[in-house]
């Protein structure tokens, strides 16, 4: 399988497959809110579909999608000094069309839960100022009106495609994927903004063909890798505030130093295992592998992709408590920074930090690999439960080699964090 093959095969993995139920969705609210405000049944009219999906950057098992209705102005009077009035009147219309489905008024918006995804309905006023067309949503926090400009982010992500060519957007998609393999809090926005002022400076990708895209996706590591910290960036086409919720710096500058392994791994297993290290289980495994080896084990791994969508939101801090007869030796994160390894006959004690909002439960998933797992049919992988509390996982340094642990919380049916952290025992 050649790099173009492989990544092309990668995108098609991660679009979305599940257009015709989200698009549905949009039209039945589409179609009360109108009969609500307009008394009419039309389904498309007064709708803006937004975020990520609207930008035609979202990817598979997308949780979030986004969209404004455009209230009449002549309704403006009537909800000027009270937003919350506006997003009741949504909230009350949804519920006697989903009298069935969790629907609540979160501050700027009216969250409509259905079962894969949850749709963030957002009324708006429309303006119309300098032939330029903005909105006023409702903040329920300020008690005010504030002004947003999607149609100024879709246009220039249709101007960048039609001068840079698809790069633009398959770069955005790949980025998502890795941000939700590797637990990097990164929002939708700030991902397509960030990629747009890279490539605004990097003509040399301009109108690339897909046999590039590792030099792309490395070359773009490595300069969120050299971004300096920042608390916000303004958007593409809007300029609007974006925020930066955790430093990803950190974690850009481990995906560059694997895709420099990868680029330059002549062999090619090893180069798609690094790449699905980065990029996830949707990156393709290499061909043949394992073609005409009689194993003499099981690999019962499971990905947690398959069980929820991800999207994540939050940071999550690993680390592992090492101990010995009861007695506390050292904490992996010291280990690692060393350089050294555990040694075996110990007490592992995975912990975290988050500040992920209760509730939430916790996933885990234990992975040996190397030759003595592999000899032992031992290498595990499967989606556990917490074993000691809801915070905490015991196990313990039984034999060496590489191994590697993950830890997942999930918030009302999404992961909204991950975090890996190695586990070299001697």
């Given amino acids: 399988m050649t790099t173009s093959q492989a990544f092309n095969s990668f995108l098609d993995n991660i679009r979305v ?5 989200i698009s549905k969705r949009y039209k039945e609210i589409t179609k009360k809110l109108n009969k609500t405000f307009r008394n009419t049944d039309s389904e498309i009219n007064n709708c ?16 979030d999608l986004d969209m404004l209705y455009i209230v009449p102005s002549n309704q403006w009077d009537e909800y000027k000094n009270n937003p919350y009035k506006l997003l009741k009147k949504v909230k009350d219309a949804l519920m006697e069309r989903y009298p069935s489905t969790d629907i609540k008024v979160d501050r700027l918006v009216v969250d409509v839960f259905f079962q ?11 303006y119309i100022e300098n032939d330029e067309i903005y909105y006023k949503y409702p903040d329920t926090d300020s008690e005010t009106f504030k002004i947003t400009k999607p149609r100024q982010e879709q246009d220039e ?3 960048f495609r039609q001068t840079y060519g ?8 790949m980025m998502r994927a890795w941000k939700n393999t590797m637990g990097v809090v990164m929002g939708g926005l700030l991902i397509d903004t960030l990629t747009h002022n890279f490539l605004l400076n990097n003509s040399n990708y301009k109108n690339i063909g897909i046999t590039r895209y590792d030099e792309l996706c490395r070359d773009f590591f490595l300069y969120l890798k050299n971004e300096p910290l920042k608390s916000h960036y303004r958007a593409l086409g809007s300029g609007q505030d974006v925020k930066v919720k955790h430093p990803f710096q950190k974690k850009a500058g481990k995906a560059y130093k694997k895709m420099v392994d990868a680029i330059n791994e002549s062999d090619n297993e090893k180069k798609h295992h690094i790449l699905r290290e980065v990029f996830g289980k949707w990156f393709p495994k290499a061909d043949n592998i394992y073609e005409n080896e009689t194993k003499s084990y099981t690999d019962r791994e499971e990905f947690i992709e398959d069980k929820y ?11 592992c408590e090492i101990s010995r007869n009861g007695f506390r030796e050292a904490y992996l994160s010291q280990i690692l920074k060393s350089g050294q390894k555990i040694c075996r006959v110990r007490s592992l004690k995975f912990k975290f930090r988050t500040n992920v909002p209760k509730p939430y439960f916790v996933k885990w998933k234990v ?8 000899k032992r049919n031992c290498l595990r992988g499967q989606i556990i439960d917490s074993n000691m509390g809801c915070a905490e996982r015991l196990e313990s340094a039984d034999f060496c080699g590489p191994h590697y642990v993950e830890c997942y919380i ?6 909204v964090a991950r975090e890996r952290i190695n586990v070299p025992i001697d």
């Fill in 367 to 374: 992975r040996n690999v190397g030759i003595e797992a592999t």
């Fill in 17 to 21: 497959d599940n257009s015709d139920v």
């Fill in 116 to 126: 894969n995804f949850k749709f963030e309905v957002q009324p708006v006023f429309e």
């Fill in 309 to 319: 969508p991800i999207n994540i939101k939050y940071y999550l801090i690993l680390d």
């Fill in 166 to 173: 698809d790069a633009h957007r398959h770069l955005c998609k």
């Fill in 48 to 63: 803006l579909q937004v975020g990520s999906y609207g930008r035609y950057t979202g990817i598979k098992n997308i949780s």
């Fill in 157 to 159: 992500m249709t101007y």
């Fill in 410 to 415: 999930i918030r009302k049916g999404v992961v």
